[in-house]
């Protein structure tokens, strides 16, 4: 399993999970100096520009939330939860994912896992963009933030999206994926006459 | 079949159950295929929908359907001993049902072939293999350009492209499908500094940017492109422009009916302003007497019909929904103060525009 699929705000900062609050602002403000300066020397395209937005945000809700110890504590709490849950389910679900016991693990760890997404990955990282500390490092604006919404529900999603790729099958049976005949499908679907 | 009660319980053939799912899976079609598990699917047998019923006449295929060698090959698999047997087990089971994949991999095959690409997108992200499917697309269509095949390429490019999903769609994931009216809106909402400078009048390379940047669902579908050499661009655009839109040739036919009344309001145009030039007409006044209700009709002929709202944005928006490319070889004019129409313009030494067929036009002022 991934674990960094569900966001890790110390490793953004490339931090430890027992690092001082002096090491978070440290890090903090040299990374988005950083990140300020490489945006300013390219030319930014709109696909790079989504990016940074995103890189940016990310980096001002990593601060934002592991400096404070309230937030910090419960951030950790959550991701060490919802990473359990998604073991749990794995065990159970791989054997009889349409068991109760199955049923009720998957719904579940649904449930945590959107919360936690929609919590870290949207609606604390909108919040840290109105931050005096981050704002004032990071130039952070309305404008960003109209447009970040939209990025991060994008981001979210997709985060969603690829951790359940790996997760047991429940509403679909198991499919075998022969990648050969996959090729020579798209090869078939290319040279035959449009239906 | 009567019970104690004398009320007559239903009974579902199974030929019927074979050949609903073999057409729905045959039409790579994913809202009748899901549909036909549902619990008030007239497939159950304690549902009170009953298939034989004219309103689900389109569930069943016609005699000539049955003969179509993609249904003869999706009913081989509904058939299938065990396939057929999961298939009744889902019928018959209460609470959440349980899609067979091998079903909804030909279903997804079947829907890519006949171009239903938001069915596709869908059966795929349900199988988990929507992106590599979409990668393995993109693949082939490089090595279809390598080789040379534009034609496949492109229609390589254009299924990678379409298997696309908006993770930003609320409150769940949705196949991403293409926005051309609104996309149009924002390439004609200003010019740099003149009419003049449309995107038909651009030069081949910012042309082609905007045009890939235009007819892709992303930017980075896009760019797979745009990095290639110019000449396989242009070729790849012409090929991608008549795929996109199968009726292209009504486009040109449209463009080719515009042209008596253009040259009209360009002679008039000129005429003010070189009366403006000598001092016999005031600037503020150049429209005055203008027959703006003639000209008008040079969108409704650009577009095939007349809309009720006569705005240049509402033209363009339906153009752009009927022939999507068209949008790169029109722009917005002037014809009163308050008053735009859309126009064809373009730039005829652009090898696209001359191997699209369209014909030369007035000359601009």
């Known amino acids: 399993m991934d674990d960094e699929t569900y966001i890790n705000y110390f490793s953004i900062l490339g931090l430890e999970e027992n690092c ?35 890189a940016m945000a990310k980096l001002n809700a990593a601060f934002y939330i592991l400096r404070d110890e309230v937030r910090r504590n419960a951030y950790v709490e959550h991701r060490k939860k919802v990473i359990q849950l998604e073991k749990q389910w794995c065990e159970v679900g791989e054997n009889d994912p349409n068991s109760p016991e199955g049923d009720q693990l998957r719904r579940e760890f649904d449930r945590v896992l959107r919360d936690f997404l ?15 500390e981050c704002v004032e490092t990071s130039n952070w604006d309305p404008y960003h933030e109209r447009h970040a919404s939209r990025v991060l529900r994008h981001y979210r999603q997709k985060q969603y999206s690829q951790i359940h790729e790996r997760l047991p099958y429940y509403d679909v049976t198991k499919p075998t994926i022969d990648w050969g005949e996959r090729e020579q499908a798209v090869k078939q679907i290319l040279h035959a006459e449009k239906v | 079949m009567t019970d104690k009660t004398g009320n007559t319980s239903k009974v579902v053939e199974q030929e019927a159950i074979n050949f609903a799912m073999a057409k729905s899976i045959a039409d790579g079609d994913i809202v009748n295929f899901h549909f036909l598990f549902l619990p008030y699917s007239p497939l159950r047998e304690d549902s009170t929908e009953d298939i034989y019923s004219i309103k689900y006449s389109y569930l069943l295929p016609t005699q000539e359907e049955e003969q179509s060698p993609t249904f003869k090959s999706a009913l081989d698999l509904v058939l299938r001993e065990d396939i057929r047997e999961h298939i009744n087990e889902q019928l018959h089971k209460k609470g959440p049902i349980q899609l067979l994949s091998e079903l909804l991999l030909a279903l997804a095959d079947n829907a890519v072939r006949q171009e239903k690409f938001t069915s596709a997108s869908q059966a795929y992200e349900l199988l988990r293999i929507r992106r590599r499917m979409q990668e393995l697309f993109f693949e082939q269509g490089e090595r279809e350009l390598i080789q040379g095949n534009i034609s496949t390429a492109v229609r390589a490019y254009r299924i990678a492209s379409s298997l696309e999903y908006d993770y930003g769609a609320f409150p769940e994931p949705l196949p991403a499908v293409p926005r051309y009216h609104e996309h149009a809106l924002i390439l004609h909402a200003e010019y740099k500094t003149h009419q003049i400078e449309c995107i038909g009048n651009l030069a081949l390379e910012d042309f082609l940017k905007t045009a890939f ?115 790169l070889f029109i722009s917005r ?33």
């Open chain 1, 118 to 132: 929609t919590k870290y990955m949207e609606e604390l990282v909108l919040e840290a963009g109105r931050d005096k």
């Open chain 1, 20 to 54: 001082k609050t002096g090491d978070v602002r440290k890090n903090y403000k040299k990374m988005m100096k950083d990140l300020i300066l490489n945006i300013h020397s390219t030319e930014v395209t709109p696909d790079q520009l989504d990016q940074y937005l995103l």
């Open chain 2, 333 to 365: 004019q002037l014809i009163g103060k308050e008053q735009e129409i859309i126009i064809p313009r373009y730039n005829m030494a652009n090898p696209i525009v001359q191997q699209l067929n369209l014909p030369p036009l007035p000359a601009d002022m």
């Open chain 2, 213 to 327: 940047h235009y007819l892709f669902l992303l930017p980075e579908h896009a760019s797979k492109i745009t990095d290639k050499p110019i000449e396989i661009q242009t070729q790849f655009l012409i090929e991608l422009i008549q795929q996109i839109d199968p009726n292209w040739g009504q486009f040109v036919q449209h463009v080719h009916e515009t042209i008596p009344l253009m040259q009209e309001l360009y002679q008039e145009l000129k005429l003010r302003m070189e009366r403006i030039a000598s001092g016999n007409l005031w600037e503020d006044e150049w429209d005055e007497g203008l027959d703006t209700e003639k000209f008008l009709t040079i969108s409704e002929l650009l577009l095939g019909r007349k809309l009720n709202n006569p705005e240049w944005w509402a033209y363009l928006k339906e153009l752009a929904y009927e022939h999507p490319p068209s949008i």
